[in-house]
């Protein structure tokens, strides 16, 4: 079953702050986040697993709750470059590693000078 | 370094026609290889995964099919194209479960 991200769209000033949710009905073993620009293709930002781990990008932060099986991805002190939209993608506990992700249906970022 | 490319870049095809996109991964040796389409304005869906050569998995009912003849090569195809298939068709890749999953610069295809 496909994660629920939060909010659908966000629109910032340059310099603040979003968090973005993603929530799954499924226990998880992981969490991926991405970055795709109109026309691109995603980019990874972070893996978040079961167990604390997490890898990616220095500049972004993130938290994977296992219990609530929630993720957050941390934007501060945006920049104009963080514009696009953000997708989770989830592994879960059953899915044996080999099933790819399921993501959400993304949220929209815009940051205006 | 690793490197995924996928081909053709962008793509016009006729409804009914054949359809083979190719996907291929270089400076990595056995990787699990993933298609997968986003609808214009819609959110990523898993079409196939493959773990190893010949070996391949479909997460969706569908008009395509799927090929992995060697160890970094992954085709999608179709014998007869609808309106349907259109949509960016991303490859991806990684090595295993914990590892980050990488995706190419995509195929943009239009049926018409």
């Known amino acids: 079953q496909q994660p629920v991200q939060s909010p659908q769209a966000v629109i910032l000033r340059e310099g603040e702050d979003a968090v973005i949710n993603c929530s799954s009905s499924k226990a998880l073993y992981s969490v991926h986040w991405y970055r795709q620009k109109h026309g691109e293709a995603p980019v990874f930002l972070m893996i978040?697993?079961?167990?604390?781990e997490q890898k990616g990008h220095e500049k972004i932060s993130a938290s994977f709750n296992e219990k609530k099986q929630q993720s957050s991805l941390y934007l501060t002190a945006s920049q104009l470059s963080y514009s696009g939209t953000y997708f989770c993608g989830t592994e879960s506990e059953s899915g044996g590693g080999a099933d790819g992700l399921t993501f959400g249906k993304g949220t929209h970022l815009i940051i205006q000078p | 370094s690793q490197t995924i490319h996928q081909w053709p870049a962008t793509l016009v095809q006729p409804v009914g026609s054949p359809l083979s996109l190719e996907c291929t991964v270089e400076g990595t040796s056995n990787p699990n290889l993933y298609w997968y389409r986003q609808a214009a304005g819609r959110g990523l869906q898993l079409l196939f995964y493959s773990v190893g050569i010949g070996q391949i998995s479909s997460e969706v009912p569908q008009n395509l099919s799927a090929s992995r003849p060697q160890d970094r090569q992954f085709i999608l195809s179709s014998k007869k194209l609808l309106l349907s298939d259109s949509g960016f068709y991303l490859c991806?890749?990684?090595?295993?479960?914990?590892?980050?999953?990488?995706f190419g610069p995509g195929t943009r295809l239009t049926v018409l």
């Open positions: 978040l697993l079961k167990g604390g």
């Open positions: 991806a890749w990684r090595l295993l479960v914990g590892n980050e999953q990488f």
